[in-house]
């Protein structure tokens, strides 16, 4: 964790926005993985853009990733098997952690649930970054999406959902979703690409 002088912590000062990445790094080895990565994999490209975006104004990338109930398991283990390096051609798991493997620079929490916050130092890293708006992106949209939405609507953060960064087993439940996100939680949902990285409204 950098210390408080660093310039990663102080653009988090001045904008308190994050963007989260939730289980895109991933061996895609549970029921319904090959359902879900093929979904995983049209998203991946926008997550990349908007990670890259956020990198380059300052806003800390935070990588929240199941750990699969490997206790003993580090980020390095867990991007080592999802990038699966031995395999010509490249599986799309292993396509989808190339194009969003983490840089020196971003966070990483490894969560034994669905929730990113529960039993994970999630709350005390943007504590610490001064995060108030937290941009949500990754797999799957109603299920550990939904579930840290709704964790971080209890704790007062603000939360914005790219509509077209989230992804669930189908198009028809990931839209389902967002419409659930809309208007149960109010969490704004625009396309990555209209995305402000300050406190200003999104278009």
């Given at each position: 964790?950098?210390a408080?002088?660093s310039?990663t912590?102080?653009?988090a000062?001045?904008?308190?926005t994050?963007?989260l990445v939730i289980?895109m790094l991933?061996?895609?080895?549970?029921?319904?993985?090959?359902?879900?990565q093929r979904?995983?994999?049209k998203?991946?490209?926008?997550?990349?853009?908007?990670?890259?975006?956020c990198r380059?104004?300052?806003v800390?990338?935070?990588?929240?990733?199941?750990n699969?109930?490997?206790w003993?398991?580090?980020?390095?283990?867990?991007?080592?098997?999802a990038?699966?390096?031995?395999?010509?051609?490249?599986?799309?798991g292993?396509?989808?952690?190339?194009?969003?493997?983490p840089?020196?620079?971003?966070?990483?929490?490894?969560?034994?649930?669905?929730?990113?916050f529960?039993a994970t130092?999630?709350?005390?890293?943007?504590?610490?970054?001064?995060?108030?708006?937290?941009?949500l992106?990754g797999v799957?949209?109603d299920?550990?999406?939904?579930v840290?939405?709704?964790?971080?609507?209890?704790?007062?953060l603000?939360?914005?959902i790219p509509?077209?960064?989230?992804a669930?087993?189908?198009?028809?439940?990931?839209?389902?979703?967002?419409?659930?996100?809309?208007?149960?939680?109010?969490?704004?949902?625009?396309a990555?690409?209209?995305l402000?990285?300050?406190?200003g409204a999104?278009?």
């Open positions: 964790m950098p408080p002088t310039p912590h102080a653009a000062d001045r904008c308190g994050a963007l289980d991933s061996g895609w080895d549970f029921p319904e993985a090959e359902l879900l979904q995983a994999l998203i991946t490209p926008r997550i990349a853009r908007l990670a890259a975006r380059s104004a300052g800390p990338v935070v990588y929240a990733n199941d699969r109930g490997r003993r398991s580090d980020l390095r283990q867990v991007v080592e098997a990038r699966a390096e031995d395999q010509s051609p490249a599986p799309p292993a396509r989808i952690t190339r194009a969003l493997e840089r020196a620079e971003d966070y990483v929490v490894l969560k034994p649930r669905a929730s990113a529960h130092p999630l709350e005390l890293l943007l504590l610490h970054l001064g995060v108030r708006r937290l941009i992106t799957s949209s299920q550990c999406v939904l840290t939405a709704h964790e971080a609507h209890m704790r007062e603000e939360v914005v509509r077209d960064c989230v669930s087993l189908t198009a028809a439940r990931t839209r389902r979703s967002l419409q659930h996100f809309a208007e149960a939680l109010r969490v704004p949902t625009p990555a690409a209209r402000r990285l300050d406190d999104d278009d």
